[in-house]
């Protein structure tokens, strides 16, 4: 089952602007982590952030979790047209399978 | 890191047929994961194989109709078993290294007719 719920399901933007997708989800955790999917490929590793964590950076990312409302967002900033994918949230369980957001699909046009 | 191969990487599937999907890592793995993915939603986990024992299904899914093997700890495979095109779905195997980090094969895009 899902985990919780991704908004905005789509996002379009232009190049160079800031795209911000929020995951919200139902458990408790000890990680949030974020991946990426290019056109139905498999899923890249982004970013993890613990629980203990309310902020974190990685490059253009940034990575937020409050966990007192169980949700998380990611931001890209000076997005380009090559961060055109689906973006999933996900929590591990505690044998390590990973449990998904509804995931966003970002369009990032030229 | 961890490399994946994943093969096929797509099949057009007669329904009422099987199809094997293989996964191959490049180091030993204690557990490998088989996700689906349906077509515009995200991904679901089938099933956690084990090598040695039994792989350990999700609520929703079974033996019969997604047989898994885990002959050793680099390679498992996962069978669509007797397909309907309800079945058509992107399928990937993944594994984890270090205490979180995910890796995934590239995807099998499996479109059932």
């Known amino acids: 089952s899902q985990q919780g719920e991704e908004d905005p399901q789509a996002l379009s933007i232009q190049e160079g602007e800031n795209a911000t997708m929020n995951c919200s989800y139902k458990?408790?955790?000890?990680?949030l982590q974020w991946y990426r999917q290019n056109s139905g490929r498999g899923l890249v590793h982004l970013i993890l952030?613990?629980?203990?964590?309310r902020e974190k950076h990685s490059g253009r990312l940034r990575v937020t979790l409050d966990t007192s409302k169980k949700s998380s967002s990611l931001l890209i900033t000076a997005s380009r047209a090559a961060d055109t994918a689906s973006y999933f949230c996900?929590?591990?369980?505690?044998?390590?399978?990973?449990?998904f957001g509804s995931g966003t699909q970002l369009t990032v046009l030229p | 890191s961890a490399v994946i191969s994943q093969k096929p990487s797509r099949d057009i599937c007669q329904r009422g047929t099987s199809l094997t999907i293989q996964c191959q890592v490049d180091?030993?793995?204690?557990?490998m994961f088989w996700y689906r993915q349906q077509p515009g939603q995200s991904l679901t986990l089938i099933a956690t194989?084990?090598?040695?024992?039994?792989?350990?299904?999700e609520s929703g899914f079974v033996i019969d109709k997604f047989p898994i093997s885990r002959p050793n700890l680099t390679f498992s495979t996962l069978t669509v078993s007797n397909m309907s095109p309800e079945d058509s779905s992107i399928y990937l195997c993944?594994?984890?290294?270090?205490?979180?980090?995910?890796?995934f094969g590239q995807g099998t895009r499996l479109t059932v007719v």
């Open positions: 996900a929590t591990s369980r505690p044998a390590r399978q990973l449990t």
């Open positions: 458990t408790s955790i000890n990680n």
């Open positions: 952030i613990r629980s203990n964590e």
């Open positions: 194989a084990n090598q040695g024992s039994e792989a350990t299904y």
């Open positions: 993944s594994v984890v290294r270090g205490s979180t980090e995910a890796f």
């Open positions: 180091s030993q793995v204690t557990m």
